[in-house]
Nanobody, 125 residues
Framework: QVQLVESGGGLVQAGDSLRLSCAAS????????VGWFRQAPGKEREFVAG????????AYSDSVKGRFTISRDNAKNTVYLQMSSLKPEDAAVYYC??????????????????WGQGTQVTVSS
């Protein structure tokens, strides 16, 4: 059973940066693709970024492209989401999710098998 723990959330001002981490248990972390999602109150969970098993391939939603960077360190079983130029509309609970079924990430949250508990990001204007 894979367990994911997100960390790094907090309260920041618009324009600030924040780095989220997603630490995974298990010895086969490099077999999983990872996605970051977020969910604001009253809204559906939305795809933010995805990364392939090796970390070579990444994808972003249009709303964060150019501001957020996803990366992973397979030796540390950790995926990161570096967020820059944060906006109030980026405020949400951020979740990481993983699956090993294929080596591509999906924007569909139903594609993923394992989820973390989420970390809150609040951005003040």
């Amino acid at each position: 059973q894979v367990q994911l723990v997100e960390s790094g959330g907090g309260l920041v001002q618009a324009g600030d940066s924040l780095r989220l981490s997603c630490a995974a248990s298990g010895r086969t972390f490099s077999s999983y693709v990872v996605g970051w999602f977020r969910q604001a109150p009253g809204k559906e969970r939305e795809f933010v970024a995805g990364i392939s098993r090796s970390g070579v391939d990444t994808a972003y939603s249009d709303s964060v492209k150019g501001r957020f960077t996803i990366s992973r360190d397979n030796a540390k079983n950790t995926v990161y989401l570096q967020m820059s130029s944060l906006k109030p509309e980026d405020a949400a609970v951020y979740y990481c999710a993983m699956t090993s079924r294929n080596n591509y990430y999906s924007r569909d949250p139903n594609y993923y098998d394992y989820w973390g508990q989420g970390t809150q990001v609040t951005v003040s204007s």
